[in-house]
C-alpha cells in the first residue's frame, strides 16, 4: 500500500517537472521570436534546461528506489 502510495508521489513529481519545464521551454522560445535573445542562446538555454532536469529526474528516481528499499526493510 505504501509502495502504491510512493510511486503516485514519484509520478505527480515528474508531471509537476515536465510542465515547469515546458514552461520555461516556451518561455526561450518566446524570447527568440522577440529578438531579446539569438538562436544559438536559444538552444544553449534549453540544452542546459534538459540536463537540469535530467539531474532532477534522476534525483527523484534515486530517492524514489531509496525509499522503496527503506519501506520493504520496515
Known amino acids: 500500500e505504501l509502495i502504491k502510495v510512493l510511486h ?3 509520478e ?9 519545464r515546458d514552461e520555461r ?3 526561450i522560445e518566446q524570447s ?5 535573445i539569438s538562436e544559438d542562446e536559444r538552444y544553449k538555454q534549453i540544452d542546459v ?7 532532477y529526474n534522476d534525483s527523484i528516481k534515486k530517492l524514489g528506489e531509496e ?3 527503506e519501506i520493504n526493510t520496515v
Open 32 to 36: 527568440e521570436i522577440d529578438g531579446v
Open 25 to 27: 521551454k516556451k518561455e
Open 67 to 69: 525509499k522503496a528499499k
Open 49 to 55: 534546461l534538459d540536463k537540469t532536469v535530467k539531474e
Open 8 to 10: 503516485q508521489k514519484l
Open 12 to 20: 505527480a513529481a515528474r508531471i509537476s517537472l515536465r510542465q515547469v
